[in-house]
């Protein structure tokens, strides 16, 4: 499998970004796609995720209410919206699958995508 994230750039406080994350390869039925994101200086954390097959959504505890991941089956990507952005949301932002049970643990992922710099400035 095979991912390319895209939509990552500068942004004040309180605005909105979309993440996209782009697989190719092989089918997603029986995945979990998640967002993950990393600070400088800070662990890799799990951000979001989605079953592929059933839709079915997680977050972590700050994302909720202000993150949406969602999945487009007809062009295998899936999105991350951020919105009421703040700068300790800043990081980079990794999508990741493979695995087929969800699990905030970066290496139950064998794929990944490159990162996309989030950055939340005034």
């Known amino acids: 499998v095979q991912l390319q994230a895209s939509g990552g750039g500068l942004v004040h406080p309180g605005g909105s970004l979309r993440l996209s994350c782009a697989a190719s390869?092989?089918?997603?039925?029986?995945?979990?796609v998640g967002w993950f994101r990393q600070a400088p200086g800070k662990e890799r954390e799990f951000v979001a995720g989605?079953?592929?097959?059933?839709?079915?959504?997680y977050y972590v505890d700050s994302a909720k209410g202000r993150f949406t991941i969602s999945r487009d089956n007809a062009k295998n990507t899936v999105y991350l919206q951020m919105d009421s952005l703040k700068p300790e949301d800043t990081a980079v932002y990794l999508c990741?699958?493979?695995?087929?049970?969800?699990?905030?643990?970066?290496?139950?992922?064998?794929?990944w995508g490159q990162g996309a710099l989030v950055t939340v400035s005034s």
């Open positions: 990741a699958t493979g695995s087929s049970f969800l699990t905030p643990v970066p290496s139950s992922y064998p794929y």
């Open positions: 390869g092989r089918p997603l039925n029986d995945y979990i």
């Open positions: 989605v079953a592929w097959r059933s839709g079915r959504t």
